[in-house]
């Protein structure tokens, strides 16, 4: 069964762009999260995606956002980036949504803000 | 609120030898408790979870935690270290019965010598 997919794997943004990330869940799973990864803040947990609606949602600010397709595959998009937002960008899915369900996590997108 | 912390930054050990990565949570309500562990340029693995069952917990490749509850910890331990252990280790607090949002301590990082 194959995993978590997220393209492109690195990304060079200028500041003021924006940029936006997709993730392919493992077949059949309906849940996709997203997660920020960084050296100074560590991971955060952005948002959760399940059976295309918004299920949950982490402290960032509106430019982050994204969003569910009806096969699953995630989209997130950033808006007028920012230095800060150079970061690992994580996706993971699970087969339902909630804390009883293994989250599998894609290898993650690379995205440098200069 | 919740909140977690890792107690060490870095954990050196030599192979062979017994692990321990430490965590504190806190948590206003009953906590869901994972450890993850992510090697270098690779997306997080599940080891182990806590969901208010058993409060020693075994999970892959050896490892097991416990959760005590007048302590607030869940500490990682594994008997005999191996070269292939070697990894950035997160500890993770969610609230249980549903909604999955994860705060993540900020990572030990465990060294392994020969």
């Known amino acids: 069964k194959a995993g978590v997919t997220q393209t492109p794997r690195y990304l060079i943004k200028t500041r003021g762009q924006q940029v936006t990330l997709s993730c392919s869940p493992i077949?059949?799973?309906?849940?996709v999260s997203w997660y920020q990864q960084t050296p100074g803040q560590g991971l955060q947990f952005l948002f959760e995606?399940?059976?295309?609606?918004?299920?949950n949602k982490g402290n960032f600010p509106g430019r982050f956002s994204g969003r569910q397709f009806s096969n699953s595959r995630s989209e997130m998009n950033v808006s007028t980036l920012e230095l800060g937002d150079s970061a690992l960008y994580l996706c993971a899915s699970s087969l339902v949504s909630g804390d009883n369900y293994e989250q599998y996590f894609g290898p993650g997108t690379r995205l440098t803000v200069t | 609120a919740q909140s977690v912390t890792q107690l060490d930054s870095h954990v050196s050990v030599s192979e062979g030898t017994p692990v321990l990565l430490r965590c504190n949570y806190s948590?206003?309500?009953?906590?869901?408790l994972f450890w993850y562990v992510q090697h270098p340029n690779k997306g997080l693995q599940l080891l182990l979870k806590y969901t208010s069952a058993a409060t020693l917990v075994k999970g892959i490749n050896g490892f097991e935690a416990e959760f005590k509850k007048s302590e607030t910890s869940f500490h990682l331990t594994k008997p005999s270290a191996h070269m292939s252990d070697a990894a950035e280790y997160f500890c993770v607090v969610s609230l249980s019965g549903g909604s999955y949002i994860p705060t993540f301590g900020r990572g030990t990082s465990l060294i392994v010598h020969p």
């Open positions: 948590s206003s309500y009953s906590p869901s």
């Open positions: 995606y399940f059976s295309e609606t918004q299920r």
């Open positions: 077949s059949g799973h309906r849940s």
